[in-house]
């Protein structure tokens, strides 16, 4: 079975330039909590990622500047 590499405290995981200083953290209460907005979140989910559902309806997939 392969290992996990854990992470080291200080050292962060690779990220899309875009998305350089997202943190995520999830409270005691279960809430996620992050460093940008959710708006931004969205934005660049909508550019970079294609939605499985639309694809399947053969929908252009619309992309928002």
């Known amino acids: 079975m392969k290992k996990k590499r854990k992470l080291k405290e200080h050292e962060q995981p690779q990220v899309h330039e ?3 200083g997202l943190e995520l953290k999830i409270d005691k ?3 996620i909590k992050s460093s940008l907005n959710i708006d931004q979140i ?3 989910l909508n ?3 294609k939605d499985k559902k639309l694809s399947d309806q053969d929908i252009p997939h619309k ?3």
């Open 18 to 20: 875009k998305l350089k």
């Open 29 to 31: 209460f279960g809430e």
């Open 42 to 44: 969205n934005q660049f």
């Open 47 to 49: 550019e970079n990622v």
């Open 63 to 65: 992309k928002t500047k």
